[in-house]
T-cell receptor
């Protein structure tokens, strides 16, 4: 059975702090790993990672995949209150054509 | 506008009264899926469909039914809802093998009393 574990479960920081969110996974027929941000509604896409060691960046957010360790991290620098959300790590199972969602990390950024 | 439309957005119902949550997409996607989201458990897949008349169970299918008679629609049916099906439900769709293009609906918050 495919599994995803994210840590920490929940995190409270102040604006300007840097945070690192962790994801470890066990997925058969792994093809890629996606990160999503979920605020009040549906998850929205952040990154897709397919190769180890190549960092993806979008502004203050960056992510990297380690296929050997079956893990990924999401970094957010200079956090803002608008970064408050649940961050979901989602490996993609190529065989079943499906996303396996972890429980997410709930990030709260205080002013 | 390309989108996945779920209805209703909010629903409060009583135990045992059959209900249907509709999901429709206008992107000609082959793949459609239903998830439920509960605190601390992330999104868990209920059922998915890779094309018309092809449906498969996800991780938590008990108490749910689906059908895929047309490509655009993928309704979720609760024949006899129970309080443990109180949850936030999401429908999603994509082209087959296009994980990056996963599009979610806005969600349906269901309460069963």
């Amino acid at each position: 059975e495919d599994k995803v574990v994210q840590s920490p479960l929940s995190l409270v920081v102040h604006e300007g702090d840097t945070v690192t969110l962790n994801c470890s996974y066990e997925v058969t027929n792994f093809r890629s790993l996606l990160w999503y941000k979920q605020e009040k509604k549906a998850p929205t896409f952040l990154f897709m990672l397919t190769s180890s060691g190549i960092e993806k960046k979008s502004g203050r957010l960056s992510s990297i995949l380690d296929k050997k360790e079956l893990s990924s991290i999401l970094n957010i620098t200079a956090t803002q209150t608008g970064d408050s959300a649940i961050y979901l790590c989602v490996p993609y199972n190529n065989a079943g054509n499906m996303l396996t969602f972890g429980g997410g990390t709930r990030l709260m950024v205080k002013p | 506008e390309a989108q996945v439309t779920q209805n209703p957005r909010y629903l409060i119902t009583v135990t045992g009264k059959k209900l249907t949550v509709t999901c429709s997409q206008n992107m000609n996607h082959e793949y459609m899926s239903w998830y439920r989201q509960d605190p601390g458990l992330g999104l868990r897949q209920i059922y998915y469909s890779m094309n018309v008349e092809v449906t498969d169970k996800g991780d938590v299918p008990e108490g749910y039914k689906v059908s895929r008679k047309e490509k655009r629609n993928f309704p979720l049916i609760l024949e006899s809802p129970s309080p443990n099906q109180t949850s936030l439900y999401f429908c999603a769709s994509s082209f087959l093998g296009a994980e990056k293009g996963y599009t979610f609906g806005s969600g349906t918050r269901l309460t069963v009393v």
